[in-house]
């Protein structure tokens, strides 16, 4: 089955440690998508790719580090310098070739950072 | 700016009630618009689309129109069931070149027995 896949389901860390986040894909989709979500905000944009090497920051990236190293692969770190970390974390993808702009989006991952 | 409003919740209804969830965007053209839906921890599922205007879009009883004239993409279903119980998400394309969504904030609607 196609599909996104995030590992893992729920994280834990102390304060002050970066963890990274896992999203794949094996849909084929040229571009992916990392959003946090917190309760009454809806979803927010930290970074987006649109082809592999290539990534920009969204609308509250500071905190946060990717990396495209793969087409079906766009880890987010949360660093320690992101003030707070806890939340839900969505990632997402879409095919460029359509203009619909629809996106995938994945399971999710619940970190929490005590 | 550019931005998606949804109507804010919680919106609780008895089974087989008729459900109403109000959208509007704003944009500078015909954006690509959405209906997501996301169950209690789970990630976000696709639920409807309409890519221009005066498209209807429709799934699982759910319907919304794309209405150009009032900026609009209302959710409506006639008769919702427990099982809707979720929350919503409104979301239009990004017209800047990039295939970026933007959101509402979501509507939790409760559907009780």
């Known amino acids: 089955d196609g599909g996104i896949t995030q590992s893992p389901k729920y994280l834990f860390r102390k304060e002050g440690q970066n963890v990274t986040l896992s999203c794949e894909q094996n849909?084929?989709?040229?571009?992916m998508y990392w959003y946090r979500q917190d309760p009454g905000q809806g979803l927010r944009l930290i970074y987006y790719?649109?082809?592999?090497?290539?990534?920009q920051k969204g609308d509250i990236a500071e905190g946060y580090s990717v990396s495209r190293e793969k087409k079906e692969s766009f880890p987010l770190t949360v660093t320690s310098a992101q003030k707070n970390p806890t939340a839900f974390y969505l990632c997402?993808?879409?095919?460029?070739?359509?203009?619909?702009?629809?996106?995938?989006f994945g399971p999710g991952t619940r970190l929490t950072v005590t | 700016g550019d931005s998606v409003t949804q109507m804010e919740g919680p919106v609780t209804l008895s089974e087989e009630a008729f459900l109403t969830i109000n959208c509007t965007y704003t944009?500078?053209?015909?954006?690509?618009l959405f209906w997501y839906v996301q169950y209690p921890g789970e990630g976000l599922q696709l639920l409807l689309k309409a890519t221009k205007a005066d498209d209807k879009g429709s799934n699982k009883g759910f319907e919304a129109t794309y209405r150009k004239e009032t900026t609009s993409f209302h959710l409506e279903k006639g008769s919702v069931q427990v099982s809707d119980s979720a929350v919503y998400f409104c979301a239009r394309g990004n017209q800047g070149g990039s295939e970026k969504l933007v959101f509402g904030k979501g509507t939790k609607l409760t559907v009780n027995p």
């Open positions: 997402a993808s879409s095919p460029r070739d359509r203009g619909s702009h629809e996106q995938y």
């Open positions: 944009a500078t053209g015909y954006p690509s």
């Open positions: 790719s649109q082809i592999v090497n290539d990534f």
């Open positions: 849909l084929n989709h040229d571009a």
